[in-house]
């Protein structure tokens, strides 16, 4: 069965530092989606993603964020300068299109700012 | 404001039990509503979608309020392997919509 593949698993960074959180969506899916979850807390929507460009973002989502797809079959999220409170859960998803009800989750990256 | 709003728990329930979880929606414009599960440090994966009519998958029942903006989970003859934490879940749309989390109601099916 088809799935969302995310790397790494987790991540350790340093505050201030940049990362790039990774995923592949299933092939045939045209929607992306990026999600958050601090420990403890709910799943929080950041941005979603189509034909090349954001659809939708959150409050969360500010400067310091970018999605990405470079290559037709990896989505990033990019932090520039990683903050004590980015320390989440963050996971990937993607859906077929526009009539299609489930999005289909990646197992997540946990990212970890020391 | 609470966008999505649930009973955190813990449910803690003996197997065979009946268990129902419960959840209201601020914002009356949402039109498609699901139970996902999540386990712990997982990601969440659907459950069941939620019709108006209501909607049974086994021994889980879902239903929907819209008047009351309230949507109900059921489980009956609950097993070890239900326990997780279970989110309701809205959008505005379908499909290529952001989905509004409830913060979960956390089950633990005892033997």
């Not at chain 1, 979850?37 to 189509?50: D, H, N, P, R, W």
């Not at chain 1, 409170?85 to 009539?99: G, H, K, L, Q």
């Not at chain 2, 404001?1 to 268990?19: C, L, S």
């Not at chain 2, 070890?80 to 959008?91: K, R």
Request: negative net charge; glycine residues 6%.
């Amino acid at each position: 069965e088809p799935e969302v593949t995310q790397t790494p698993s987790h991540q350790v960074t340093q505050m201030g530092q940049e990362v790039i959180l990774r995923c592949v969506p299933i092939s045939n899916h045209l929607y992306f989606y990026w999600y958050r979850q601090i420990l403890g807390q709910k799943v929080e929507f950041l941005v979603s993603f189509y034909n090349n460009e954001i659809s939708e973002k959150s409050e969360i989502f500010d400067d310091q964020f970018s999605v990405e797809r470079p290559d037709g079959s990896n989505f990033t999220l990019k932090i520039r300068s990683t903050k004590l409170e980015d320390s989440a859960m963050y996971f990937c998803a993607s859906t077929r299109d526009s009539v299609g009800n489930e999005q289909f989750f990646g197992p997540g990256t946990r990212l970890t700012v020391l | 404001r609470k966008e999505v709003e649930q009973d955190p728990g813990p449910f803690n329930v003996p197997e065979g039990a009946t268990v129902a979880f419960n959840c209201t929606y601020s914002n009356s414009a949402s039109q498609s509503f699901f139970w996902y599960r999540q386990d712990c440090r997982k990601e969440p994966k659907l459950l069941m979608s939620v019709y108006s009519s209501g909607n049974e998958d086994g021994r889980f029942t879902a239903q929907l309020n819209r008047a009351s903006q309230y949507i109900s989970l059921l489980i009956r003859d609950s097993k070890l392997s239900d326990s997780a934490t279970y989110l309701c879940v809205v959008s505005l749309l379908s499909g290529n919509t952001p989905l509004v989390f409830g913060k979960g109601t956390r089950l633990s099916v005892i033997a």
